[in-house]
C-alpha cells in the first residue's frame, strides 16, 4: 500500500453518521462537541457560513465547496452569522441513521456529511497534522470528489437494499479525496508528514520507508530512493516532515508494532524480529522510549495517546537490518 492507505489502514476509520441537511430561508444551527470525531462536509448547493469554536473568522461555502473539521470542536452553520443559533439537537432525532433533514422548510441549501471515528491510540498521527478548518473550494476540477458525494445524496435521500453498505464506503471516498486534494497545498509550502506525501521526491522516500519498515535504511539509500544528494535530502526532509529521516522511521517501526501488540497475539519476540531488530531488549527499550509504555503494557491496553509522525522523538539505536 501507498503511505495514506498504511495510515489510514492502521487508524481504522468508521464512519458512523452519513447523512444530508437541507435548509431554507434564514437559519443559523449550532452542532455540540463531536466526541473526537473527524466532520467531513460537502455543499450540493446554496451556500453557508462555517464558525468553529476557537477559530476567530468563520469561512464561507459555496457550492461544490468541501470542509474537514479534524479536531471535533463544537461548529455553527448559517445563512447569516448575525442570527441566533438554534441547537442541532432540536433537529436532529437522537436516534436518525442517515437520511436527508430538513430545516425551515429547505429549498435554499443542501449538504451532505459524515462523521468519522479513528480507532486505535494514534489518532494524533493524522489529526494534529491538520488545521481546525481544512476549507477545499470548487474553484478547480474536483470530478474525483463530486462524484462520490453526489451519489452519496441519491442514496440518503432514496433508500435501497444495500444503501447503508453504499453510503460507508462513499463516505471514505470524500474523505479520502478531501485529504488528498489537502496534501496538494503541500506543494505550495505546507509542513507535515501529509504534506510531504505530495512531493515526489519525499514521497518516495517515505514509500520506501512503508513498503520495507524492517530493511536496513540509512540515510543515504533513502537520499537515494528520493534521488537527492545526502546532505540535501536531509535537509528538505526534515523541513518537509518536521522530523529526521531517521526519526521518521523509528517512529513508524513502533507505530506497527503497537498495532500488531494490540490487535494479534504475537510474541514481542516475532514483532521485534519482523521489524529489523534482532534482540528484543533492543526493541523493548526502543518502543518504550518512543511511545511511552513497555510492549506488553501496550498490548494489555495501558499505552498513552502518541505523538505524530512528524514530531520530533528521541534518537535511538538503529536496529540491525533482517
Known amino acids: ?190 509542513v507535515g508528514w501529509l504534506f510531504a506525501l505530495a512531493d515526489k521526491q519525499i514521497g518516495a522516500a517515505i514509500g520506501a520507508m512503508h513498503d520495507n519498515p524492517a530493511h536496513g535504511w540509512t540515510l543515504q539509500t533513502l537520499a537515494e530512493r528520493a534521488g537527492m544528494s545526502r546532505s540535501t535530502f536531509a535537509l528538505k526532509f526534515k523541513a518537509s516532515v518536521g522530523a529526521s529521516p531517521m526519526d521518521y522511521l523509528t517512529r513508524w517501526r513502533m507505530l506497527l508494532a503497537g498495532d500488531r501488540l494490540a490487535s494479534s497475539g504475537d510474541p514481542v519476540s516475532a514483532i521485534a524480529l519482523s521489524l529489523g531488530y534482532e534482540s528484543e531488549s533492543a526493541f523493548s527499550t526502543a518502543f518504550k522510549r518512543v511511545m511511552g509504555c513497555s510492549p506488553r503494557q501496550h498490548g494489555r491496553g495501558r499505552a498513552p495517546a502518541s505523538a505524530p509522525l512528524g514530531e520530533e522523538i528521541i534518537r535511538l539505536p538503529e536496529p540491525v537490518a533482517g
Open 1 to 190: 500500500m501507498d503511505p495514506l492507505s498504511d495510515v489510514l489502514s492502521l487508524l481504522k476509520p468508521r464512519n458512523y453518521l452519513s447523512a444530508g441537511l437541507e435548509a431554507g430561508g434564514d437559519w443559523s444551527i449550532q452542532f455540540p462537541d463531536q466526541q473526537a470525531a473527524i466532520k467531513c462536509g460537502a455543499v450540493v448547493s446554496g451556500q453557508c457560513w462555517l464558525s468553529v469554536e476557537g477559530v476567530t473568522d468563520a469561512v464561507r461555502l459555496e457550492t461544490g465547496d468541501c470542509f474537514l473539521l479534524p479536531r471535533g470542536r463544537p461548529f455553527r452553520l448559517a445563512s447569516d452569522m448575525d442570527l441566533p443559533a438554534v441547537d442541532a439537537r432540536t433537529i436532529f432525532s437522537p436516534a436518525r441513521t442517515g437520511g436527508v433533514t430538513s430545516h425551515n422548510g429547505g429549498g435554499d441549501f443542501l449538504l451532505v456529511s459524515s462523521r468519522f471515528a479513528l480507532s486505535g491510540d494514534h489518532a494524533g498521527i493524522l489529526l494534529r497534522m491538520l488545521p481546525p478548518i481544512v476549507h477545499i473550494r470548487s474553484d478547480a476540477d474536483h470530478s474525483a470528489l463530486r462524484w462520490p458525494v453526489e451519489r452519496m445524496m441519491q442514496e440518503l435521500r432514496e433508500r435501497q437494499p444495500g444503501g447503508f453498505l453504499i453510503v460507508e464506503h462513499l463516505a471514505h471516498m470524500i474523505l479520502i479525496e478531501a485529504l488528498r486534494l489537502h496534501m496538494a497545498e503541500g506543494l505550495r509550502g505546507g
